[in-house]
């Protein structure tokens, strides 16, 4: 029984070691003309009208509001530029 426990636990702590882990975006995400390295969580926009450029690997969410709070009401895709309504803009 012990060796059934001691190689569970191996097994457990194996698996939780090759979980990916959750990292910032690589790249820059440029909002009203501001860059953001590696960028990961929200950032404000410049007030009701935001535009985005989004030179990273994920897709940034640009919010209505700041904080990043509520439905998002667009997004920009990896490698686009947009212009929109906006007040945040959140990215993984």
């Not at 636990?9 to 953001?36: F, K, N, R, T």
């Not at 929200?42 to 209505?64: E, I, M, Q, S």
Request: proline share 5%.
């Amino acid at each position: 029984m012990r060796r059934f426990i001691a190689a569970l636990s191996v097994l457990v702590v194996a698996a939780i070691m090759s979980a990916p882990q959750a990292h910032a975006a690589s790249g820059v995400l440029v909002i009203d003309g501001q860059a953001y390295a590696d960028p990961h969580g929200c950032y404000p926009g410049g007030g009701f009208f935001v535009t985005v450029t989004n030179n990273t690997d994920r897709t940034a969410y640009v919010y209505p509001n700041k904080g990043c709070w509520g439905q998002h009401e667009g997004w920009v895709l990896p490698g686009g530029h947009a212009s929109m309504n906006g007040g945040s803009v959140f990215i993984e």
